[in-house]
């Protein structure tokens, strides 16, 4: 089956910088999403992106689909933003897959 | 509704005991997908329903593991004889039919002891 890769898998930020996630997959998808899981477990859809560039205040998407991966930027990163970033495709029969996960920890 | 809503939002169970757990998807949404996540990993696929259709269970770890959504709205996980090894977060998506973006409800924390 498809594989779903993301990198970094941890990453620590001092409050107000800026950082670059990465996600890639082994087959082509009909889409592709970014989720936030915030501390508390619930996950957030921040862009359904299966290709071009989408933003959303300081978070931006962008996936290039014939080279099989998307990038994830948050700018000017806040305490709020710390959690999990989970990349998940879609399959052509609708099947969703995650991949592992980017734990992000953003220190004041 | 509003949202996807799942309940309990927590669960232990007793070794061997059977569970249920409950998922009512956003209204007017055709899919309909349980994920199990286990600590420290992300969710992964169960099952898949359009309509009242399964159709795809390849995720289901044992025969244990049955869902159903008889009438293509509320969907029900049930476990079978719980063991400690299914102690996880499952979590409920729903997504529309002519978008693929998938919303999550809070999820369900099974704990088997």
């Known amino acids: 089956g498809i594989q779903v890769e993301q990198s970094p898998p941890d990453l620590i930020l001092q409050e107000g910088a800026n950082s670059t996630l990465r996600c890639n997959f082994s087959?082509?998808?009909?889409?592709l999403q970014w989720f936030h899981q915030n501390p508390w477990g619930q996950l957030i859809n921040l862009f359904y992106?299966?290709?071009g560039t989408k933003q959303n205040g300081r978070l931006s998407a962008t996936t290039v689909a014939t080279e099989r991966y998307s990038l994830l930027y948050i700018s000017s990163s806040q305490t709020t933003d710390s959690g999990v970033y989970f990349c998940a495709v879609t399959t052509s029969y609708d099947k969703v897959i995650f991949g592992p996960g980017t734990s992000l920890s953003v220190i004041p | 509704g509003a949202g996807v809503s799942q309940s309990p939002r927590y669960k232990v169970a007793k070794r061997g005991q059977d569970v249920a757990l409950r998922c009512d998807p956003i209204?007017?949404?055709?899919?309909l997908f349980w994920y199990q996540q286990a600590l420290g990993q992300g969710p992964e696929f169960l099952t898949y329903?359009?309509?009242?259709?399964?159709?795809?269970k390849s995720g289901l770890p044992s025969d244990r593991f049955f869902a159903e959504r008889p009438e293509g709205s509320v969907s029900t996980l049930k476990i079978q004889r719980t063991q400690q090894e299914d102690s996880a977060v499952y979590l409920c998506?729903?997504?529309?039919?002519?978008?693929?973006?998938?919303?999550f409800g809070q999820g369900t924390r099974l704990t088997v002891v």
């Open positions: 998506a729903s997504t529309q039919t002519d978008s693929q973006r998938a919303f």
């Open positions: 087959d082509s998808v009909n889409n």
């Open positions: 209204s007017g949404h055709v899919s």
């Open positions: 329903f359009q309509n009242e259709a399964q159709l795809d």
């Open positions: 992106i299966p290709s």
